[in-house]
């Protein structure tokens, strides 16, 4: 097949952030098919136009649109339709059997849809996080007149897709209720890097010494995006409620929005650089000893119902590394930490999410038993080479059906 692979937010392991789409094509074109990415960069740079890349057998296609957590809602808005418009046009120029698009931001839909419809072939929907519904639930979109025309682009990306792929059994059943056909919904979530995230003893010994964590401490890290819907001050909160227990290390690592606020936060409650420590974003070739450092990795949001059905890279990178999860919402991974004795699922209330962990660390056959279990649930539900196999498959049944 040839590919055309819509994403404004592919990673390589030498950035930060989510690397889906690029575990995904190059798996599919190690299988013999062409794939050619669409994306963003979204650093500075004084060049204009599109820049063309060979990455892991995939031809790259990038356009500057600056974007970053720290911006507004209206900027990020400005963004999404800057490259959409842009990237339509370079879609169109590219020989495809079939368009797969990827969201967030559901614009994505824009450019699939027209070169789709341009070159008379069909496009798979990929669904990363239900928008608009996510956007509305923490009132980012509060006119009726955004929000209406938020959930019209919601329904004509769904119309115009052979197939969609959801990352988690909530997703699917939320594009279910916007009357899409059920069997035509395939889950496919986030996977886990088994081999890259296999942990490291050393790798992640020198990064606590580099730190001044010493082996002793119990390290409860977050790694991922301090945004607004993430939550994270809660940790700030959960630390100030064990100041005075000298077994625990609160390290936060990461950007975003928040983070100033969330780093005055740390500061006012007398914990920023006692027993939490917070440090920039990494690399995520440099995860795997971020994360082997970990003792207990957590996966956090705001208290919302729709953000149950999230299928956050963090929670599957921790599974693959073999850490204790903590996450502090339910829905499905809740269920899965449960059925695998791989985790918790801390209350929302950091006083007792701190009574929580302190009694989890109080039996450190416990927290060895969750990283084993961790690890098993990622080599037998999450691997990324059986996840690419399927969406392989929905990409095959979308070119032949007629």
């Known amino acids: 097949m040839r590919i055309i692979y819509l994403h404004q937010y592919f990673n390589t392991p030498e950035m930060p952030g989510s690397t889906r789409s690029y575990e995904i094509g190059r798996r599919l074109a190690a299988a013999g098919h062409t794939v050619e990415i669409v994306t963003s960069w979204r650093q500075p740079t004084d060049k204009s136009g599109w820049l063309q890349t060979e990455v892991a057998g995939m031809r790259v296609h990038w356009l500057s649109v600056p974007y970053s957590n720290q911006m507004n809602y209206t900027s990020r808005v400005a963004a999404f339709l800057r490259f959409a418009l842009s990237a339509a046009r370079r879609a169109r120029n590219l020989e495809g059997d079939v368009v797969f698009a990827s969201s967030t931001p559901l614009t994505i839909a824009l450019p699939g849809a027209y070169a789709a419809w341009f070159q008379h072939i069909p496009m798979v929907f990929e669904v990363r996080d239900l928008w608009p519904e996510l956007p509305i639930a923490i009132g980012a979109i509060k006119n009726p007149m955004a929000r209406l025309a938020a ?10 897709s052979a197939r969609v792929v959801a990352l988690s059994p909530g997703m699917a059943a939320g594009v279910a209720r916007t009357g899409y056909p059920r069997e035509r919904i395939v889950v496919v979530p986030n996977g886990s890097d088994i081999g890259f995230f296999e942990r490291d003893i050393e790798r992640g010994r020198a990064l606590r010494t580099r730190l ?5 401490k119990v390290v409860v890290g977050y790694a991922g995006t301090l945004g607004r819907i993430n939550g994270v001050g809660y940790l700030v909160q959960v630390a100030a409620a064990l100041r005075t227990n000298q077994r625990f290390v609160f390290l936060l690592i990461g950007e975003g929005l928040e983070r100033e606020r969330i780093e005055a936060e740390a500061r006012e409650c007398g914990v ?19 994360f082997s450092a970990f003792d207990v990795a957590t996966s956090l949001f705001l208290p919302l119902p729709e953000m149950e059905s999230n299928s956050a890279n963090k929670f599957f990178d921790a599974l693959a590394a073999g850490c204790c999860v903590a996450i502090n919402y339910g829905g499905w991974q809740a269920e899965l930490l449960r059925e695998y004795g791989a985790g918790v699922r801390l209350s929302n209330n950091p006083q007792t999410a701190a009574r929580e962990l302190r009694s989890l660390a109080d039996d450190p056959g416990a927290l060895k038993a969750a990283g084993l279990g961790a690890r098993r649930l990622a080599v037998e539900k999450f691997s990324r080479d059986s996840l690419a196999a399927r969406i392989e498959a929905v990409l095959t049944e979308a070119t032949t059906e007629k």
């Open 212 to 216: 001044g964590i010493s082996e002793q």
């Open 272 to 290: 920023l650089n006692l027993n939490l420590i917070m440090h920039e974003e990494i690399a995520k070739a440099e995860m795997g000893g971020v």
């Open 151 to 160: 959930r019209l682009l919601e329904r004509f990306a769904y119309a115009r």
